[in-house]
């Protein structure tokens, strides 16, 4: 899916659109890195990060909650659903590589902030 938008027909945009705009950002970047992060070394995309890959698998959703416009940047805050046996994860480098993707793809500089986790695992026991 490609975006070929101008800043005033954005402008133009509800606020539900360009939330509706941004997340289907955000699916399709996580979807392109947790597909090349499967891939083989020699078939690795350049444009993303091995670090990015420790958690990206996974990643069950990352939910955009709200956005904010500060210093023509976009700062999206989200929530990560994932499942694992930790409760808490570090997806730093997920998040920064999915700004940096988007940014290159679409001239879009966005910051995603993660405002919360979400561990769909409920018994750490097993």
Known sequence: ??????????N???ENKK?????????????HIIEGCDKS??????DISFDACDNAEL????????????NN?????????????????DFLNLLYNIGDIIYKKFQVKVILKEINQTNTKTDFNS
């Open 1 to 10: 899916m490609k975006y070929i938008i101008t800043e005033s027909q954005f």
């Open 12 to 14: 133009l945009l509800t």
């Open 19 to 31: 939330m509706v705009l941004f997340q289907d950002l955000i699916n399709q970047t996580l979807n």
């Open 41 to 46: 070394y020699d078939e690795f995309p350049d």
């Open 59 to 70: 990643v069950n959703e990352i939910k955009l909650l709200s956005f904010e416009f500060k």
């Open 73 to 89: 940047i976009f700062i999206l805050n989200v929530n990560i659903v994932f499942t694992s046996i930790k409760s808490y994860l």
